[in-house]
């Protein structure tokens, strides 16, 4: 029985699967009730309970005929190494609170010792007086059977209840067995011990016995010598050698014993040397490249602004690193919304420019930079306020963040009498530097659900006292000044308006539209500020490097913005378009906009400056647009963060073009909060930035070469199983992915959830940092269906507990859950950290499709043994599993 070809010559394993499925329908016909719960008109009627004890070939038929019939399911057998096949038909598998391994010789249980033996008594007493049918199968070749079930727990069983004792033959593993008779208890418990439980199938059992049989006889004849109507006995057969006892009137029994197999040569075990020296190393390059960039900035600084301004830079962007790091992933969403909300401060740009335009046609670029800008701060906030309150829960304290608008309104009023009065004009540096610390509070309060609404609070009342400040500074008369407040009013109807229609699944591309935004304003107050110069050929090296800067990054945040959003939104197909030119064309592309800006940086006349900036317009707009078109969607949550950095950086150049501190301060800090989360995504996919930006695919841990082929069969199962396999578990991990955000399937789910959270399951979620198609878009979408956020986890957190889960249930997640990652060194995903899913006893995956994910690496967890699919629309599958497990609950 140890060769798996010899199992086909095994009549015992044969006979003992009928016996197995036979005690079912006996135990059937002797329950007074369904096997299956039912839900009638007159009531509900539960489903049966069976015990089977003993996991062999006969308890293995009985627990999966009883689980096609509809009973919940438990199992107990004194070898733990079954546990895995009892679970992967369904049921439960009983473990006794003693440690002792009952595995034996040939797959067979061994005795047990005294201690053992009482405490599996304590349990099965307790399983006895719980469930309705009992089936023992628990026999030891050669010796008595051993004793499982006593008169004693027999007598606390239910009256209707029964059992089966497939060991009555040889003695029987329940106490009030009598053998091949049919006994009933003063309880009224049924009890069988029928020996011929095989012969009560008999076309069945004759039919296995001689295929048995005739395989035995095929084996040692065509099959070994591949000769027709030759009976040849192959001695070098292990299976055929074992079984042959004489040969010719000579006696072969027993079989030589196989020779010992070859010693393997130890290998030479190489200890790998640690480096300690290393990281010391590279850590004092960092220090002396930071030390030369900074020395070498103060080398090149034309006058003590340049130099003040760049310790604004570098300190914001040092306080931006720290600020963004700890936020927690939960709250990535809001953070992204709000750092595009504070990055509409472009709007200052445009300020300053209507305040000193010269020209109808800087005029208008200023007006559409604060229009546009204006646009994107109050629909950032309006959408920030939106996904925060998401997270909001009904028995949460009340809270009173509007009384902050006191002090706001405070600050303003003092600072607008202050600027008025002409005796402070140092007021409007300071209200400059409050706006700044307000904007950093903004981010830094996202680092707890407790916080998050007071840092949206103060980034409200940052870029307020901001745009205030700017118009204090700027003084305008009071037609400019009637202009930007129209200007400003209509953009923020425009974002009101938008920012109210948002749905949560339609977060990813409007944050990239609004992205797409701030690249325009950027770019168009850096063009209207060259132009509107009264001589652009005496213009300083620095002002001219912010101007084309500012121009190039705003163009690629805003073509590239466009192209993500056509892709998050459908209107562009997700797959990259993989030109065979794509990298001669990007370097084509850079080296035109880096040969229009060396123009510009020449000082030439106003004319001559113009056309070369708006060379660089149009060639790094084509860049950004080129770049994103080849990035695949799977890389978007990336794309996202480095849009949202990009931005960040355009607002920084504006703010060395103009001299305005906090247009610094605030971009460096968007500029820093983009990186750090670009960097978050980027290990939490294993990728490299460059690899990402230049739309290649592959972790930095692929093999390169020919990726594994993943071989077998999904299967399939259906909602009622999965009905039944979720309230028969004690816990539950369920992964979400993109297809949950795509289906709106989060309120049933929640509905689902709740239900098993009431029958007492232990269920959770488990969010990858780059679920969905932005950082913690999933987070959001639970929060907005009511899910409770202390039970939804992230991956460092939850990876562990999958070996100790009962279900892990997949919903329209894939490369997330791809164990190729693991396995696959030569994957393109190899390395990319994963929600280990398939460690769970059991798996279910719910999809429309079998189809490969955005990474388009096959996923081998759909193949698995413990791994079951569930095809269909996530919304309309979540209904369905509510509503059943509802019925069963």
Same mark, same amino acid.
């Given at each position: 029985?140890?060769?798996?070809? #010899?199992?086909?010559?095994?009549?015992?394993?044969?006979?003992?699967?009928?016996?197995?499925?036979?005690?079912?329908?006996?135990?059937?016909?002797?329950?007074?009730?369904?096997?299956?719960?039912?839900?009638?008109?007159?009531?509900?009627?539960?489903?049966?309970?069976?015990?089977?004890?003993?996991?062999?070939?006969?308890?293995?038929?009985?627990?999966?005929?009883?689980?096609?019939?509809?009973?919940?399911?438990?199992?107990?057998?004194?070898?733990?190494?079954?546990?895995?096949?009892?679970?992967?038909?369904?049921?439960?598998?009983?473990?006794?609170?003693?440690?002792?391994?009952?595995?034996?010789?040939?797959?067979?249980?061994?005795?047990?010792?005294?201690?053992?033996?009482? $405490?599996?008594?304590?349990?099965?007493?307790?399983?006895?007086?719980?469930?309705?049918?009992?089936?023992?199968?628990?026999?030891?070749?050669?010796?008595?059977?051993?004793?499982?079930?006593?008169?004693?727990?027999?007598?606390?069983?239910?009256?209707?209840?029964?059992?089966?004792?497939?060991?009555?033959?040889?003695?029987?593993?329940?106490?009030?067995?009598?053998?091949?008779?049919?006994?009933?208890?003063?309880?009224?418990?049924?009890?069988?011990?029928?020996?011929?439980?095989?012969?009560?199938?008999?076309?069945?059992?004759?039919?296995?016995?001689?295929?048995?049989?005739?395989?035995?006889?095929?084996?040692?004849?065509?099959?070994?010598?591949?000769?027709?109507?030759?009976?040849?006995?192959?001695?070098?057969?292990?299976?055929?050698?074992?079984?042959?006892?004489?040969?010719?009137?000579?006696?072969?029994?027993?079989?030589?014993?196989?020779?010992?197999?070859?010693?393997?040569?130890?290998?030479?075990?190489?200890?790998?040397?640690?480096?300690?020296?290393?990281?010391?190393?590279?850590?004092?390059?960092?220090?002396?490249?930071?030390?030369?960039?900074?020395?070498?900035? =103060?080398?090149?600084?034309?006058?003590?602004?340049?130099?003040?301004?760049?310790?604004?830079?570098?300190?914001?962007?040092?306080?931006?690193?720290?600020?963004?790091?700890?936020?927690?992933?939960?709250?990535?969403?809001?953070?992204?919304?709000?750092?595009?909300?504070?990055?509409?401060?472009?709007?200052?740009?445009?300020?300053?420019?209507?305040?000193?335009?010269?020209?109808?046609?800087?005029?208008?670029?200023?007006? /559409?930079?604060?229009?546009?800008?204006?646009?994107?701060?109050?629909?950032?906030?309006?959408?920030?306020?939106?996904?925060?309150?998401?997270?909001?829960?009904?028995?949460?304290?009340?809270?009173?963040?509007?009384?902050?608008?006191?002090?706001?309104?405070?600050?303003?009023?003092?600072?607008?009498?202050?600027?008025?009065?002409?005796?402070?004009?140092?007021?409007?540096?300071?209200?400059? %530097?409050?706006?700044?610390?307000?904007?950093?509070?903004?981010?830094?309060?996202?680092?707890?659900?407790?916080?998050?609404?007071?840092?949206?609070?103060?980034?409200?009342?940052?870029?307020?006292?901001?745009? +205030?400040?700017?118009?204090?500074?700027?003084?305008?008369?009071?037609?400019? %000044?009637?202009?930007?407040?129209?200007?400003?009013?209509?953009?923020?109807?425009?974002?009101?308006?938008?920012?109210?229609?948002?749905?949560?699944?339609?977060?990813?591309?409007?944050?990239?539209?609004?992205?797409?935004?701030?690249?325009?304003?950027?770019?168009?107050?850096?063009?209207?500020?060259?132009?509107?110069?009264?001589?652009?050929?005496?213009?300083?090296?620095?002002?001219?490097?912010?101007?084309?800067?500012?121009?190039?990054?705003?163009?690629?945040?805003?073509?590239?913005?466009?192209?993500?959003?056509?892709?998050?939104?459908?209107?562009?197909?997700?797959?990259?378009?993989?030109?065979?030119?794509?990298?001669?064309?990007?370097?084509? /592309?850079?080296?035109?906009?880096?040969?229009?800006?060396?123009?510009?940086?020449?000082?030439?006349?106003?004319?001559?400056? !113009?056309?070369?900036?708006?060379?660089?317009?149009?060639?790094?707009?084509?860049?950004?647009?080129?770049?994103?078109?080849?990035?695949?969607?799977?890389?978007?949550?990336?794309?996202? %963060?480095?849009?949202?950095?990009?931005?960040?950086?355009?607002?920084?150049?504006?703010?060395?073009?103009?001299?305005?501190?906090?247009?610094?301060?605030?971009?460096?800090?968007?500029?820093?909060?983009?990186?750090? /989360?670009?960097?978050?995504?980027?290990?939490?996919?294993?990728?490299?930035?460059?690899?990402?930006?230049?739309? #290649?695919?592959?972790?930095?841990?692929?093999?390169?070469?020919?990726?594994?082929?993943?071989?077998?069969?999904?299967?399939?199962?259906?909602?009622?199983?999965? &009905?039944?396999?979720?309230?028969?578990?004690?816990?539950?991990?369920?992964?979400? =992915?993109?297809?949950?955000?795509?289906?709106?399937?989060?309120?049933?789910?929640?509905?689902?959830?709740?239900?098993?959270?009431?029958?007492?399951?232990?269920?959770?979620?488990?969010?990858?940092?780059?679920?969905?198609?932005?950082?913690?878009?999933?987070?959001?979408?639970?929060?907005?269906?009511?899910?409770?956020?202390?039970?939804?986890?992230? !991956?460092?957190?939850?990876?562990?507990?999958?070996?100790?889960?009962?279900?892990?249930?997949?919903?329209? $997640?894939?490369?997330?859950?791809?164990?190729?990652?693991?396995?696959?060194?030569?994957?393109?995903?190899?390395?990319?950290?994963?929600?280990?899913?398939?460690?769970?006893?059991?798996?279910?995956?719910?999809?429309?499709?079998?189809?490969?994910?955005?990474?388009? +690496?096959?996923?081998?967890?759909? /193949?698995?043994?413990?791994?079951?699919?569930?095809?269909?629309?996530?919304?309309? %599958?979540?209904?369905?599993?509510?509503?059943? &497990?509802?019925?069963?609950?």
């Amino acid at each position: 029985r140890t060769l798996s070809r #010899g199992q086909t010559y095994d009549a015992l394993s044969s006979q003992a699967n009928i016996t197995g499925y036979r005690a079912v329908v006996e135990a059937g016909n002797e329950f007074g009730r369904f096997f299956a719960g039912q839900m009638t008109a007159a009531g509900k009627v539960p489903p049966a309970k069976v015990l089977v004890v003993g996991t062999g070939v006969a308890g293995l038929a009985a627990i999966q005929t009883a689980k096609n019939m509809g009973a919940i399911v438990r199992a107990f057998d004194v070898r733990p190494v079954t546990k895995e096949q009892v679970e992967a038909m369904g049921g439960q598998f009983l473990e006794v609170d003693y440690e002792e391994d009952g595995s034996g010789a040939g797959g067979y249980a061994k005795e047990m010792s005294k201690e053992w033996h009482a $405490a599996a008594a304590e349990m099965l007493a307790k399983q006895c007086a719980e469930v309705d049918i009992v089936i023992t199968t628990a026999a030891i070749p050669g010796r008595k059977a051993p004793l499982m079930i006593t008169k004693e727990m027999v007598a606390g069983m239910k009256s209707g209840s029964v059992t089966v004792d497939l060991a009555a033959e040889s003695g029987g593993n329940i106490g009030t067995t009598v053998k091949d008779e049919k006994f009933v208890t003063d309880n009224g418990v049924t009890c069988l011990g029928y020996t011929d439980l095989a012969s009560r199938l008999p076309t069945t059992s004759s039919s296995l016995y001689s295929n048995n049989i005739s395989k035995f006889l095929l084996s040692m004849g065509p099959q070994t010598t591949k000769t027709k109507e030759y009976m040849y006995i192959d001695h070098d057969d292990d299976a055929v050698r074992g079984m042959l006892a004489s040969e010719k009137g000579a006696l072969m029994w027993p079989a030589p014993l196989p020779p010992p197999p070859a010693k393997k040569e130890a290998k030479e075990i190489v200890v790998e040397e640690i480096d300690y020296k290393a990281p010391y190393v590279l850590g004092a390059k960092q220090a002396g490249y930071l030390s030369a960039g900074c020395l070498g900035m =103060g080398c090149i600084s034309p006058d003590p602004a340049f130099s003040a301004m760049f310790t604004t830079f570098a300190l914001s962007n040092i306080i931006g690193v720290q600020v963004v790091m700890g936020v927690t992933h939960a709250l990535h969403s809001p953070l992204m919304a709000v750092t595009n909300a504070i990055s509409g401060t472009t709007a200052l740009g445009g300020m300053h420019l209507l305040a000193h335009s010269n020209s109808a046609g800087v005029t208008t670029l200023a007006a /559409l930079a604060t229009t546009l800008s204006t646009v994107n701060i109050v629909g950032g906030f309006i959408v920030t306020k939106k996904m925060l309150d998401m997270f909001k829960r009904p028995d949460d304290p009340p809270e009173y963040y509007h009384l902050y608008g006191i002090p706001a309104a405070g600050s303003l009023a003092f600072y607008g009498a202050g600027s008025m009065s002409g005796h402070v004009p140092e007021i409007d540096s300071a209200a400059a %530097t409050l706006s700044g610390l307000l904007c950093i509070g903004g981010i830094a309060g996202l680092s707890s659900q407790s916080t998050a609404r007071l840092g949206a609070a103060s980034g409200q009342a940052g870029v307020a006292l901001g745009v +205030v400040s700017t118009l204090g500074h700027l003084h305008p008369d009071m037609a400019t %000044t009637a202009q930007i407040g129209g200007l400003m009013a209509a953009g923020g109807v425009a974002g009101k308006y938008i920012g109210d229609r948002v749905e949560p699944t339609s977060l990813p591309q409007t944050v990239a539209a609004f992205h797409s935004l701030v690249g325009i304003a950027a770019s168009a107050a850096a063009v209207g500020d060259y132009a509107n110069a009264e001589s652009a050929a005496d213009l300083d090296k620095v002002h001219l490097a912010s101007v084309y800067l500012a121009t190039i990054i705003g163009s690629v945040t805003c073509t590239g913005s466009l192209v993500a959003f056509g892709k998050l939104d459908g209107r562009m197909a997700s797959t990259p378009m993989a030109h065979p030119a794509r990298d001669q064309i990007n370097m084509g /592309l850079g080296a035109a906009t880096l040969g229009a800006g060396a123009v510009v940086m020449g000082g030439p006349e106003v004319g001559t400056g !113009l056309a070369a900036l708006g060379g660089a317009l149009g060639t790094s707009g084509a860049l950004g647009w080129h770049m994103t078109a080849s990035i695949g969607g799977a890389d978007m949550p990336v794309v996202i %963060t480095v849009l949202n950095s990009y931005s960040g950086w355009a607002l920084c150049a504006e703010g060395f073009m103009l001299d305005m501190p906090i247009m610094t301060t605030v971009g460096a800090l968007i500029g820093c909060s983009g990186a750090a /989360l670009t960097k978050i995504m980027c290990d939490a996919m294993n990728r490299d930035i460059l690899s990402v930006i230049l739309g #290649g695919y592959g972790t930095k841990a692929s093999g390169g070469g020919e990726a594994m082929k993943f071989e077998g069969e999904a299967t399939q199962t259906t909602v009622d199983e999965t &009905c039944k396999l979720l309230m028969e578990s004690s816990s539950v991990i369920i992964v979400p =992915g993109y297809g949950l955000a795509v289906a709106k399937g989060q309120y049933p789910l929640k509905e689902m959830v709740e239900v098993l959270r009431a029958a007492g399951k232990k269920v959770r979620f488990g969010i990858h940092p780059v679920a969905g198609r932005m950082p913690g878009q999933l987070n959001v979408l639970l929060a907005e269906a009511g899910v409770p956020y202390d039970i939804v986890e992230e !991956l460092e957190e939850i990876n562990d507990d999958f070996d100790s889960t009962d279900v892990a249930l997949v919903i329209g $997640a894939n490369d997330t859950v791809n164990s190729a990652a693991e396995d696959d060194p030569n994957s393109e995903i190899a390395g990319m950290p994963v929600m280990r899913v398939w460690k769970a006893n059991q798996v279910i995956v719910m999809k429309r499709s079998l189809a490969a994910g955005y990474a388009g +690496v096959d996923n081998p967890v759909f /193949l698995k043994d413990n791994t079951d699919m569930l095809l269909g629309d996530a919304k309309e %599958t979540c209904e369905k599993l509510a509503a059943g &497990c509802k019925a069963l609950a």
